[in-house]
């Protein structure tokens, strides 16, 4: 019976242990996390000059008259018009409002 309790006594203090360990480790990284979303890596400098790459792209009309672009064929369907749901799809069913549009 002595070695019972013992036993039970021993398994409480390491489940404790292991569970508080967890907790700690769990906080830790949600603080890393949000010390790590906050830092992007990226500097206003280099934030500028990439900026300034993309106002410096012109794009080229002539790809529109390419003889390739012209001969592709347009294989969408026409999309039936479908039913549309209730004015107020959050207001309790059988309750009759209307909408003003």
Sequence with gaps: MKIKTIFILIS???LTFVFVG???AKSEAEEDL???SNNTGVTGNELLVLLLKIKSISLDGEL???PIFEGLKDFSKEIAPQPVGRNNPFAPLGSS???NE
Aim: aromatic fraction near 20%.
């Design 34 to 36: 949000l010390v790590s």
């Design 22 to 24: 967890f907790g700690v």
């Design 64 to 66: 529109f008259n390419d």
């Design 12 to 14: 409480i203090f390491v």
């Design 97 to 99: 409002t209307i909408s």
